[in-house]
């Protein structure tokens, strides 16, 4: 039961009180630059062995409750981190031990 | 790509190929047109117009900070400020189409409402870099000036409106959490970034430097100059390129121009093929007789006007394929207020992007942004068929 809870879409708050694994969302709606941010964050996820939950948001609505202007959007246990931009490898590595 | 698209395409791909009568004369004359076209393209605007202006392009998706911009568009404020930055601030936040659509749903749900998100929406892929600089290359200055003014213009007055029918209760806009704006460290000095992109626009308008039409003069003089100022300001930029920017940075660069020429090239080349084949270079005939257009878009009638306003907004014009498309129609017959018309409603709307927006913001308010959309793009084709 615990697994089905974590695809569910989560308000921030929540999400804290029930978070097993980090959670990241790459916001956009499928365009080559987005592309480029999930490729990026799962490199750097490699990289450091974290496991995270990564999924990506292609609904602009959905895209649109995150407050962020403009995609690719990076957010990171319901932070937003990044947006309207393609963060670099060392920022991404940064936000995610940030957020162990 | 999913299989299920490739097999569609090799179904399309075999269909043509099967029923296609290759050897009527005039599906021949119009398959040259289209190659011919396209050569017309790869050698008078790829090198010197589409590539720079892809650099450009690039750069504003890696240098300029985006942040200072985006405080507009917030729910907070200042009405007047968040309609004109949204009908300018295109050029900057909407480098290619694809952003349009999620930017527009932002400012709706969570920032400066349905007024400032229809300007944005409107306008963006106008006055996107791409568009302006391809547009006022291929289809001449005066056009390419007054799709920018007059989609600015328009976008303003259209948002205004949708704001007026359509406006929310305050109450019901607080709720709402405003948008984020990210702090993000400026790497250089203002002066440092506004020379740097001042360099590279003075490039490309001086490498396209086209002949003048009478002999002597300052125009005459800067032309027969072109290549030699073009060389230095290119000095000027290889040296600003290495002595303010880093490593890290420059691969930013070239790896988001590659991105945009990767995604918008073969689909303008497409594009290409599509309008040589159809409708020929300006002053050749290919599939589709030059009375036809001349009939249904020729003139500057209000007919012609509206029909293309109709066509351009149900139409889907991938980015940059107006231009092509445009120039073909125009060589054929058509009038120039229709082509603008058709410039302004054509890269806005399409069936899909109306979809889209329709899930955003309600079937209602949908109809009346189509309706606007199409009014003012007849109108200003109009006015622009009676003064060009």
Known sequence: MALSHENKQLDPDEFFLRRQKMDIRILGTGCPRCNEVEKRTMNVLAELGVA????????????????????????????????????????????????? | MKDRWILSIFVAVFLAAFFIPFDQLNVQRALIEAFSLLQEYAREHVLLCLIPAFFIAGAISVFIKKASVIKYFGAQARKILSYSVASISGSILAVCSCTVLPLFASIYTRGAGIGPATTFLYAGPAVNVLAIILTAKVLGAKLGFARAVGAIGFAVLIGWIMHILFEKKPDAMDTQPDIVVEEEPESRPLWKTTLYFATMVAILVFVNWARPGTEGGIWAFVYSAK???????????????????????????????WIFAKQIFPLLFAGVLVAGFLLGRPGHEALIPNEWVARWVGGNGLGANLFASVAGAFMYFATLTEVPILQGLLG?????????????????????????????????????????????????????????
């Open chain 2, 332 to 388: 054929a017959g058509m009038g120039k207020g229709p082509a603008l018309a058709l410039l302004l409603a054509g890269p806005a709307l399409s069936l899909p992007n109306m979809l889209v927006i329709r899930s955003v913001i309600g079937t209602k308010k949908t109809v009346v942004y189509v309706l606007l959309v199409v009014v003012m793009a007849t109108i200003s084709g109009l006015i622009y068929g009676v003064i060009a």
């Open chain 2, 227 to 257: 290549w030699v100022i073009s060389t230095l300001l290119l000095l000027y930029l290889a040296w600003m390129i290495f002595a303010w920017i880093d490593k890290a940075e420059r691969k930013e660069w070239t790896l988001s121009t």
């Open chain 1, 52 to 100: 995270a939950d990564v999924q990506k948001v292609k609904d602009i609505k959905e895209i649109a409750k995150y407050g962020v202007f403009g995609t690719p959007g990076l957010v990171i246990n319901g932070k937003v981190k990044s947006h309207g931009r393609i963060p670099s490898l060392e920022e991404i590595k940064s936000w995610i031990q940030q957020e162990k």
